[in-house]
């Protein structure tokens, strides 16, 4: 008979008598949202599975809304912890995967809050640069470097841009989230959302534009 509480010092959830067993080829091939259900449950692999399904997504997302690495790592491991501990809660009327974005969305909202008399880091691009190609052409090397620039000035737009319009063209632009998915992690309407994205759009177009006028002058 399994014990009555988790390893984490949470009691198990009887909501739901999801177990390993269950699940054609253990948690692996479970669904996500037999995995959460395991968690309500004090089952260990299921969160560890859920992390190997996710940390790198939502490691990224963090990495480009707060600018920091480290912050973006301590955020992540925060962001698990919140799903275990909340897992007996989980309605299921949206996606895990929703669920999960928008408790990392809440976990940067408040660091920002936390940061915000501090001045923003360099955000850096190496998981990034980690996937470019490693050649020994100048051509190759010259893509890169534009590449690297060009990444560099969005990171420098973003960061002057308020949380709000830096989140939802992260999730739209770099996250490549649908309509239906932003709304769901912001829980803003559509006709909201559609409004906020062209006006984000706009700020951005125009940082950016700045940045390279300020750049061709500079090289004068």
Request: glycine residues 4%; proline residues 3%.
């Amino acid at each position: 008979m399994p014990d009555s509480r988790n390893s984490w010092g949470g009691p198990l959830s009887e909501a739901d008598p999801v177990t390993i067993d269950r699940t054609r080829g253990g948690v692996q091939t479970a669904s996500d949202e037999d995995l959460l259900r395991l968690c309500a449950a004090g089952e260990n692999r299921a969160l560890e599975e859920l992390v190997r399904r996710y940390r790198t997504p939502i490691y990224r997302f963090l990495a480009r809304m707060l600018g920091s690495t480290e912050d973006a790592e301590e955020a992540t491991l925060d962001v698990f912890v919140r799903a275990w501990r909340n897992a007996p809660r989980f309605q299921y009327r949206a996606k895990v995967a929703t669920w999960l974005y928008r408790i990392a969305v809440n976990i940067a909202r408040d660091m920002h809050s936390r940061k915000k008399a501090r001045p923003q880091e360099t955000r850096p691009d190496s998981y990034e640069l980690s996937q470019a190609a490693i050649g020994s052409a100048e051509e190759d090397a010259l893509l890169r470097l534009q590449r690297e620039e060009k990444s560099k000035a969005l990171e420098r737009a973003l960061s002057k841009l308020g949380d709000s319009d830096r989140l939802i063209l992260v999730l739209y632009y770099l996250e490549e989230r649908d309509y239906d998915e932003i709304q769901a992690i912001t829980e803003l309407s559509y006709t909201v959302l559609k409004t906020r994205l062209a006006r984000a759009r706009r700020r951005l177009k125009t940082l950016l534009e700045t940045q390279d006028r300020d750049s061709a002058g500079s090289n004068w």
